[in-house]
C-alpha cells in the first residue's frame, strides 16, 4: 500500500463515522427537543426518535413533527386548557351522570 492508498482510508473512515455521528444526533434530538419543551409525553419521542434511527429514517419525520406539536400541559400556568362546564354539555346531548 502506498502513501496514497492509506490517505484515501484515513479519509472513508472520518467520512464513516462522521455519517453516524450525524445519524445519531438526528436520532438524539425529537427527545431532548421535547424536554426542552417540557412535553408531556417527551420519553415516547425520544424512543420513536431512536426507532427512527433504527429503521433508517421511517420514524425520524413522525419524532421530530411529534416535539415540536403544541400540547396543553396542565402543570403548565401559560398552557390554555379547555374544559366544559356542565351548561355546555347539558346543550351539547350529552346528558351524563353529574356528580
Not at 21 to 40: E, F, T
Not at 56 to 77: F, H, Q, S
Request: hydrophobic share 45%.
Amino acid at each position: 500500500m502506498t502513501g496514497i492508498d492509506i490517505f484515501a482510508l484515513i479519509i472513508l473512515l472520518v467520512l464513516l463515522l462522521t455519517a453516524v455521528a450525524v445519524w445519531v444526533v438526528l436520532g438524539m434530538y425529537p427527545g431532548k427537543i421535547a424536554r426542552q419543551r417540557n412535553h408531556p409525553q417527551a420519553e415516547a419521542i425520544a424512543v420513536c426518535g431512536w426507532w427512527g434511527v433504527i429503521t433508517l429514517g421511517l420514524l425520524l419525520p413522525v419524532a421530530w413533527i411529534w416535539a415540536y406539536t403544541k400540547t396543553t400541559n396542565e402543570n403548565d400556568p401559560g398552557a390554555e386548557v379547555h374544559k366544559t362546564s356542565s351548561t355546555d354539555q347539558e346543550t351539547s346531548g350529552d346528558k351524563g351522570v353529574s356528580p
